[in-house]
């Protein structure tokens, strides 16, 4: 399986302000995921990453809230926009098996968010 | 899209039983099934998989079992140990992974 980081493990910002998760990954995937999940809630797809084309954003989750860089195959970023409170979760990135390509995902340690 | 019910929501038991976790879900397209373990401070890890060929799958003290008729899967574990305290996620892939609530389970010393 892939081994995943994420950057930064946590933080506490302020409303208003914009926060970059980087999420890196030690092989070439294809497919990189970005999900949240609230406190205490479950896992939430925001959207899929593919190198090379715009990312694809799940119902209730847009661009100019979540904007998603994925500049090659190994890296890719998160950024959410003028936050609010409500924006305190835990944001997850994973990916698909690189090996089997198949279904299989794996995920990164999380960056714990909370806005102030 | 699809739909993915996990219960019950919490479960204790006594170190060395048996533990049972339950799903469902909506979509007849589903044909992937990963269980995930997610430990305090940390991202989910894959512990277990079964895709729809297939009625049962076995790892160690760990197992899947899936009807596609009646459209549930369910995890076990075996001999359970204090560090198999954890929440558990059941998740079904049509076109995108659907997870279902967790279940927080406690195995008692």
């Known amino acids: 399986s892939a081994v995943i980081s994420q950057k930064p493990s946590r933080d506490i910002c302020q409303r208003g302000t914009s926060l970059t998760i980087q999420c890196q990954v030690d092989?070439?995937?294809?497919?990189m995921f970005w999900y949240r999940q609230q406190p205490g809630q479950s896992l939430t797809l925001i959207a899929t990453?593919?190198?090379?084309?715009?990312?694809?954003?799940e119902s209730g989750f847009v661009i100019d809230k979540f904007p998603i860089s994925r500049p090659n195959l190994t890296f890719s970023t998160l950024t959410v926009s003028n936050m609010s409170p409500e924006d305190s979760s835990i944001y997850l990135c994973?990916?698909?098996?690189?090996?089997?390509?198949?279904?299989?995902?794996?995920f990164g340690p999380g960056t714990r968010l909370t806005v102030t | 899209g699809e739909n993915v019910e996990q219960h019950p929501s919490t479960l204790s038991v006594q170190e060395g039983d048996s533990a049972v976790i339950k799903c469902t879900y909506s979509d007849s397209a589903s044909n992937y099934f990963p269980w995930y373990k997610q430990e305090l401070g940390k991202g989910p890890q894959l512990i277990i998989d079964i895709r729809s060929n297939v009625g049962e799958k076995k790892d160690q003290r760990i197992a899947v079992t899936l009807n596609k008729t009646a459209k549930h899967f369910s995890l076990h574990i075996t001999e359970t140990q204090p560090e198999d305290s954890a929440v558990y996620f059941c998740?079904?892939?049509?076109?995108?992974?659907?997870f279902g609530t967790g279940t927080r389970l406690t195995v008692i010393p």
């Open positions: 998740a079904a892939n049509a076109n995108n992974l659907f």
């Open positions: 092989s070439q995937v294809t497919m």
């Open positions: 994973s990916v698909e098996d690189p090996i089997s390509g198949t279904y299989e995902q794996y």
């Open positions: 990453a593919n190198q090379g084309s715009e990312a694809t954003y």
